[in-house]
């Protein structure tokens, strides 16, 4: 028997029910921890719940690496574009995505989900069905509002989703962990359903012709179809990608000015990730000669699309593009399919290349004059860095989160040499740094962002590099240092010291430093909004003190290691700022 929250009734599977837990995970494009390990990972969404009902930030579950709006405040943060003409309904607030499959084929009667760590950031709930389409089982517009921060329980989440009859393998959930207070947890997922009904065809909905005979017009009025091309085309610069294929097959003058490639300079079909296949693609390559801006992040899964059609596309029109996002696409890219992309697209000054899947390393990207760079979960190693960050003196961020094979020694040595212009650096969970390598960044004077988190072997001394490295870049906004288990007083006083400018500061894990010390950099960096001292051992009557007095930062922490982690609720934080 199962109880169903809200509803104080227990659900009696029918005879014909199969009960089943995710047998396998097909794509995350966010995890706490790094794809060779099992520690926060998705892998462990695999099977029955193994914490549930106990809440709290378990090893064995599956967690999200973002939570409120702070990554978006902070320097490395980029907007999406092409997005001005994507209707709202299109493109919720949905950040990350996981996607699972199930042993047997079923028609989904209940979904339920094991929420262990800060429940709510489910959004949308996808399903792949038997005749390969995506149907939206579930979306809550409102995000977590559902869900109250601070009430620290583990909930398994019913949601009502749609009835549809149609066997079903493969779900996908998608996540907006705006409106968390720390980072959420899942710890299994259930889908109930029964394989009795038979796999019938899919509705698809088309458009018919109507018979009707036409209406006269009034005198005077001018028809759509008698405006002028540049009138039509003022009009059609308001519609997204699939309303502009739409109106194309309308007739003739439409087609003209549909295909019209300045309609096409900005193109982002990560909200329809579920419609791009490899037609659409080829769709797009008589459209997009003048393109300049392309985001095809999400795409790929569970269709016929493959990397040789997105390089295809990259032949016809990659010589004017500055922007490409190429993030969790989950399609394989060979080396030569890799390293050919900037010979194909000689402009980029922005590209990500988020968690690419490569058959083997890369040995060299002939990138030139970026300005952003995004290699995060790659297989990219520092050989490969070395020769290509020196060909990109104008870089400005560069996101290296878990490659594993990347060595921070040497990329800080690079950088401080030939990366001067470096505002944000992100390390996370790469290999060991050494006080040297983080001594050595000071030389990237405008830098204001880096992420060093878990980086350390948590026994050697910083030995005064993090004074040494804001005293060179006075400007830090945002600097976290998660689990530096070696962060003593000495390193907080200096950022007390130095640290004047910092917006953001993470600590977590530290368990060397003391809450004196802590409320020194309170105190005197006056612009700091957000601190994680989570894990600090930090005797509440500090974090009641602080809750009080600097009401205007948000100071994560715990104050119950039993009951998990998260931020003290202070009312207090609500009012406006002197």
Known sequence: MLQIPGNHEEYAPLPSDVLQYVQSVLGAS??????????????????RPTNFPTYGEHI??????????????????????????????KNPPVHDFLAVEFEHAVVPRIIGIYETFNPGSIQRIWAFTCTKRWVLLWDEPSGASDTNPTDLTSRLFYPQI??????????????????????????????????????????????????SAAQVPPPGTISLMQLPNEILFEI????????????????QKFNAVARDSRLYREVNLRPYWMQVDCKRIRWLETRCTGIRKLDLSWCGMLTDLNARDVIRLLKACGDTITHLRLDDMGLEFSDDEVCCIPTLCPNLREVSLRQMTMTLNPALLHFRNLTRLNLARTTVDTECLVDLLPRNPSLQHLNLSCCMNVTPQAIA?????????????????????????????????????????WTTNGTTSLDGAIGDLLKGCPNMETLFLTGFRCLQDADLACIAEYGLQLAQLDIMGCISVT??????????CNKLRFLDCVHCEIPSIYLLQWSISYFNVTICHADDFSRGVFPWDNPLRNRPMN
């Open 30 to 47: 966010d995890q706490y921890g790094p794809t060779t390990s099992i520690s926060y990972t998705a892998v462990n969404i695999i099977g």
């Open 60 to 89: 064995d579950s599956y967690m999200l690496t973002t939570h409120g709006n702070w990554w978006r405040e902070a320097p490395s943060f980029h907007p999406e574009f092409g997005l001005k003409n994507v209707p709202e309904s």
């Open 162 to 211: 749609r009835n549809i009859r149609f066997h079903v393998r493969v779900l996908r959930l998608e996540f907006n962990t705006s409106e968390l207070d720390y980072f959420p947890a899942l710890d299994g997922i259930l889908m109930v359903g029964s394989r009795s009904l038979s796999c019938a065809n899919e509705t698809l909905a088309s458009f018919a012709a109507h018979e």
């Open 236 to 251: 059609f610069s308001f519609l997204d990608i699939p309303s502009l294929s739409a109106v194309e097959i309308v007739c």
């Open 413 to 453: 040595a690079t950088v401080s040499v030939h990366n001067r212009e470096l505002v944000s650096l992100n390390l996370w969970k790469t290999e060991f740094i050494s006080p040297s390598a983080i001594r050595a960044l000071q030389a990237c004077t405008k830098l204001k962002e880096l992420n060093i988190g």
């Open 515 to 524: 809450g004196p010390m802590v409320e020194r950099v309170l105190q005197q």
